[in-house]
């Protein structure tokens, strides 16, 4: 029995460990991370995959994202590594499973590299992130699904001997996280969409320095060190 019919009459499915078909996976865009290819898969597909259960989802953001807003039935597994006792770990590795975050797909990469390293070969991150899912109106669950969140964007520089690294944003004593790699001139861009208090403060981290603020303050000139 597929997902549609289970929505139907109010259940939960469960998910089998074998992959389903993959259609046109093989012609997907890639992000490689660590020497490995991640297939971006278009966000229409994997809401296949999910309709015919044939996918698991993996959230790869902070528990706090999670909790708030996130894609029906997905799990909590965060970038890079997941967790202790991970729910991917009881998975067998054949199954098909599908990484998001926000920011797009940097986070989800990520996470998704680790699982293929790990064995689970059959793994993409949606092309689109979150927002693609959102704003088409796919099932979400979470604590604060109608929350109207701020899109907020952070511009900063490093040295650009660190291009092709990760620059981390975590928010101070919560765990909510959005990463943006290091581009060849050492510039960078963060993403982060938050409902929370304008007063919530934020550490940006980059490889040669960290620096803290509220969002005001990080959004209003480029962050350096």
Known sequence: MNRRTFLAVG???????????????DGYATNTVNGIDVPLAPVKDVYEWYEDDEARIVDSRGRAQYDALRIADAVFSPAPNG?????????????????????????????????????????????????GWVNNDYPVAGSNVQAQRQRYEISGTTGSQYAGQDVMLEQVGVDRREAAPIADDGSYTLQLYFAGSTDSRFEVKAPDYTTEGTLAELTSDTVTA
Do not use: K, M, N
């Open 11 to 25: 259940g939960t499915a469960a998910i089998g460990g074998v992959a389903g078909c993959l259609g046109g996976g």
């Open 83 to 131: 967790t202790a006792d991970d729910p991917v770990e009881e998975w067998s590795t054949d199954t098909q499973i599908v990484t998001y975050c926000r920011c797009p797909h940097h986070l989800s990469s990520q996470r998704a590299a680790a699982l293929i390293d790990a064995g689970y070969e059959d793994t993409y991150a949606i092309d689109e992130g979150l927002d």
